[in-house]
T-cell receptor, first 112, second 114 residues
């Protein structure tokens, strides 16, 4: 069963613009993670934010978490062609030992 | 070594074949996972191994049989698969089973069942 739902499902922006993706989830969590997947390849871990954190930065990435709304956002600033990929949020859930569940993902396409 | 290595990268098998997918990591991670991913869908969890013991089986059909020979290796044995089992099979590992430090994924095995 899915825990996270990303929004939008697909996003196309011009190179250099900022891209924002959102994730909503249903149950309480310990942490939320974001992953990137280039076409047909494995997932790459981008950033993890704990339930007691509200914002986290890593390079051009900024993640926010609002546990009251059960939502998170991933902002990629100054997008590049290499950012073209699918982005997934993944949550563990306080009662979900041993595993994380992935959302449906956002397909991001950076236009030259 | 900060990688998870999966072999083979591509596999085509008939419905009566027996084959195995292999996954290896040397990061000292104690939890390992198999995921199945269909096109344009998120990865779906199949199995979780924690300290070389199977801790989660997500009601996967018995034609998929996992094995963890040691802390660095994870296999997925395949037998009598169906065409709908064609997918990208991803292996992942984490420091410990709660995944608090994130998962490291392999590049996957693209499986086609004919």
């Amino acid at each position: 069963s899915q825990q996270g739902e990303e929004d939008p499902q697909a996003l196309s922006i011009q190179e250099g613009e900022n891209a924002t993706m959102n994730c909503s989830y249903k149950t309480s969590i310990n942490n939320l993670q974001w992953y990137r997947q280039n076409s047909g390849r494995g997932l790459v871990h981008l950033i993890l934010i704990r339930s007691n954190e509200r914002e986290k930065h890593s390079g051009r990435l900024r993640v926010t978490l609002d546990t009251s709304k059960k939502s998170s956002s991933l902002l990629i600033t100054a997008s590049r062609a290499a950012d073209t990929a699918s982005y997934f949020c993944a949550t563990d859930g306080r009662n979900r030992d041993d595993k994380i569940i992935f959302g449906k993902g956002t397909r991001l396409h950076i236009l030259p | 070594d900060t990688e998870v290595t999966q072999t083979p990268k591509h596999l085509v098998m008939g419905m009566t074949n027996k084959k195995s997918l292999k996954c290896e990591q040397h990061m000292g991670h104690r939890a390992m996972y198999w995921y199945k991913q269909k096109a344009k869908k998120p990865p779906e969890l199949m199995f979780v191994y924690s300290y070389e013991k199977l801790s989660i089986n997500e009601s996967v059909p018995s034609r998929f049989s996992p094995e963890c020979p040691n802390s660095s290796l994870l296999n997925l044995h395949l037998h009598a698969l169906q065409p709908e089992d064609s997918a990208l099979y991803l292996c992942a590992s984490s420091q410990e089973r709660t995944g608090l430090y994130g998962y490291t994924f392999g590049s996957g095995t693209r499986l086609t069942v004919v």
